[in-house]
């Protein structure tokens, strides 16, 4: 991984992410859905969970990381969060999937930061070429408040500690 350049006080650096909007008819995976934008200036005055995986139905990305915040996503909205959402190297489609498989309707909203460009540009990538997997984005998660970051955790090697919902909620 690339050392970080960004830390806790800063301004989030702008991005814009490919996301597939859940609606009903995607619950029944018979529609794939329209990507659309999603800029991070439309969390100006919102408090934001950000938190990024290598990729969509990777064992500890789909078995540890994603489902503790959407059985916890009550208590993310008890603390004054507006928005969830997760990010990952993969396209817009497969990410919508996966969301659909996991089961996060409108609560956890994905986004996809193709070859880990945004990401990477934070410092926040990892090369897992040597799997086959290229470039993707690093296990982190952000505490965002009104474009303000108020908490960065990076995890220091394979599992979920820092950037893992427990850890989050903790520092909200």
């Known amino acids: 991984m690339a050392s970080l350049k960004i830390s806790v006080?800063?301004?989030l650096p702008k991005g814009t992410f490919g996301t597939v909007?859940?609606?009903e008819e995607l619950a029944d995976h018979s529609a794939c859905g329209i990507p659309t934008n999603l800029s991070t200036d439309s969390w100006k005055g919102k408090k934001v969970v950000l938190f990024s995986v290598p990729g969509a139905f990777t064992p500890t990305c789909h078995i540890n990381h994603l489902p503790p915040y959407l059985a916890q996503y009550n208590?993310?909205?008890?603390?004054?969060v507006d928005v969830i959402a997760v990010i990952a190297a993969n396209d817009p489609f497969?990410?919508?999937?996966?969301?659909?498989?996991e089961g996060l309707t409108d609560k956890i909203i994905t986004l996809s930061?193709?070859?880990?460009?945004?990401?990477g540009g934070l410092g926040l990538s990892v090369d897992l070429s040597e799997r086959g997997f290229?470039?993707?984005?690093?296990?982190y998660a952000m505490?965002?408040?009104?474009?303000?970051?108020?908490?960065?955790g990076v995890e220091p090697g394979p599992g979920v500690t820092v950037s893992g919902a427990d850890a989050v909620l903790a520092k909200l």
């Not at 497969?94 to 498989?101: A, I, Q």
């Open 9 to 11: 006080g800063d301004t």
């Open 21 to 23: 909007p859940f609606t």
């Open 75 to 80: 208590e993310f909205k008890a603390k004054g």
């Open 94 to 101: 497969v990410l919508s999937g996966w969301g659909r498989v």
């Open 113 to 119: 930061d193709p070859n880990a460009a945004w990401s």
């Open 134 to 139: 290229g470039i993707r984005t690093a296990r």
């Open 143 to 152: 505490i965002i408040d009104d474009l303000v970051i108020k908490y960065i």
